[in-house]
């Protein structure tokens, strides 16, 4: 399975933009890349997901880099609630499990 | 929009025991997972199913063994329980055609304490 590699922790002003990054060197063509977030007690909530193009939502930003090897979870106004860990993952193919790291623990700050 | 279905949400078991855990997925997902995530941990992948089949096995304990329904509704059934295995029990559910990939959709969890 290829292997993603994130900071072990982030911190950020609440209102501010945060800037996920996630360095994933062995993906493969058909990887997706997945962002959840958890926060204590809670199951894994699904963020975004792409596979080449930066991908939008109501919830964030996916920049992903030219050659793949990268990709940014962008948190346009980070508040309060945005305090969670948040685990970028690869996906090959349909129906394969998700192999969680270790993760971003992200601090909003007041 | 509905969500994936846990129960119980807390359970708590002597050594040796038994317990049964139960994931509703939601209508019309045909793939489920299930997750371990222990104090502290990452979720660890245990087990999923498609279409009623075993489709993949992770790190899942001989003590445990898990089935999908007709109605694709999921067991964990869980024996000889160790104290080890007190966790959060994800289930999460999925299905083909969701613009690519395979987003999964997690359930609450079930916190396991084994005493």
């Known amino acids: 399975d290829a292997k993603t590699t994130q900071p072990n922790s982030m911190e950020s002003n609440e209102e501010e933009p945060v800037h996920l990054p996630c360095n994933h060197s062995?993906?493969?063509?058909?990887?997706?890349i997945h962002w959840y977030r958890q926060l204590p007690s809670q199951g894994p909530e699904y963020v975004i997901h792409?596979?080449?193009s930066n991908v939008n939502n109501r919830m964030a930003s996916l920049a992903i880099a030219e050659d793949r090897k990268s990709s940014t979870l962008i948190l346009h106004r980070a508040t309060l609630r945005d305090a969670a860990v948040y685990y970028c993952?690869?996906?090959?193919?349909?129906?394969?499990?998700?192999?969680f790291g270790p993760g971003t623990r992200l601090s909003v700050l007041p | 929009a509905a969500g994936v279905i846990q129960s119980p949400r807390h359970l708590i078991k002597e050594k040796r025991e038994t317990a049964t855990l139960k994931c509703y997925p939601i209508?019309?997902?045909?793939?489920v997972y299930w997750y371990q995530q222990g104090p502290g941990q990452d979720p660890q992948f245990l087990i999923s199913?498609?279409?009623?089949?075993?489709?993949d096995k992770g790190s899942i304990p001989d003590r445990f063994s898990a089935q999908q329904f007709s109605d694709y509704h999921s067991e964990l059934n869980m024996s000889s329980l160790e104290l080890g295995d007190s966790a959060l029990y994800f289930c999460?559910?999925?299905?083909?055609?969701?613009?690519?990939?395979?987003?999964?959709?997690f359930g609450p969890g079930t916190r396991l304490t084994v005493l």
């Open positions: 999460a559910s999925s299905r083909p055609g969701q613009g690519g990939g395979d987003t999964q959709y």
């Open positions: 062995t993906i493969s063509g058909t990887d997706y």
């Open positions: 792409g596979l080449t």
């Open positions: 993952i690869l996906s090959r193919n349909y129906g394969q499990n998700f192999v």
């Open positions: 209508p019309r997902h045909d793939t």
């Open positions: 199913f498609y279409e009623k089949m075993q489709s």
